[in-house]
Structure formats: structure tokens, C-alpha cells
């Protein structure tokens, strides 16, 4: 079993930064790829970036690729996105998910909550 619990998020302006941090409870996050995905309103939730289990394998979505970095600690049961330039298009629910490493939701088996991220123009 694994727990998840986003924070981070917030309200900023075009070209900001945020840094959104998952944290994890359960032995099984030390052996799960872990992803963030978001949900912008009256959209369908959508892949943002994977990293694996060793933090060796790194995949994001296009749009994301030049802006945002992925990484997890083991040792301390967290992962976090950094995201830098951020840009309106990038509002949206932002949620850690645990589970095989994919662009697919139904890859992953446990989510958290999710974070708020609104991009003010």
C-alpha cells in the first residue's frame, strides 16, 4: 500500500516557478516508477512526466520536456516536479501517482489528492 500527498502549489504569474513535492508512506514507493499528471478544468487528466524506480529512466510530455524536471529521493519517500517558465496552459490539478512506469493513468495504481497550480497572465 501507498500513500501520496501533494503540496506546492500555488498561484503565480507567467515565467514563475514552483517546485510541487509528493510525499509517500508505504514500503512499495521504494519499488514503484513514479509520475506526475494534471488536470486542467473540463479536461481529461494527462501525463506530465515519469521517472523509475532508480531514477535512471526520465520520460515527459512534450510540451513539458524543456521546462520541467522530475526527481525522487528513496530515502525519504518523496518525489518532486520542478517546473520552471511556467505559462497559463500549465493551470491545472496536478497529481504524484505510483505505480509502472508509462504515460498511461491506469498504469499507475495508488494517486494522491493533487496540488492546485494556477498560471496568472
Known amino acids: 500500500q501507498v500513500q501520496l500527498v501533494e503540496s506546492g502549489g500555488g498561484l503565480v504569474q507567467t515565467g514563475d516557478s514552483l517546485t510541487l513535492s509528493c510525499v509517500a508512506s508505504?514500503?512499495?514507493?521504494?519499488?514503484?516508477?513514479v509520475a506526475w499528471f494534471r488536470q486542467a478544468p473540463g479536461k481529461t487528466r494527462e501525463f506530465v512526466a515519469a521517472i523509475s524506480v532508480d531514477g535512471a529512466a526520465v520520460y515527459y510530455e512534450p510540451s513539458v520536456k524543456q521546462r520541467f524536471t522530475i526527481s525522487r529521493d528513496n530515502a525519504k519517500m518523496t518525489a518532486s516536479l520542478q517546473m520552471n517558465n511556467l505559462k497559463p496552459e500549465d493551470t491545472a490539478l496536478y497529481f504524484c501517482?505510483?505505480?509502472?512506469?508509462?504515460?498511461?493513468?491506469?498504469?499507475?495504481?495508488?494517486w494522491g489528492q493533487g496540488t492546485q497550480v494556477t498560471v496568472s497572465s
Open positions: 501517482a505510483a505505480g509502472d512506469f508509462s504515460t498511461a493513468i491506469d498504469a499507475y495504481k495508488y
Open positions: 508505504g514500503v512499495a514507493f521504494t519499488s514503484s516508477d
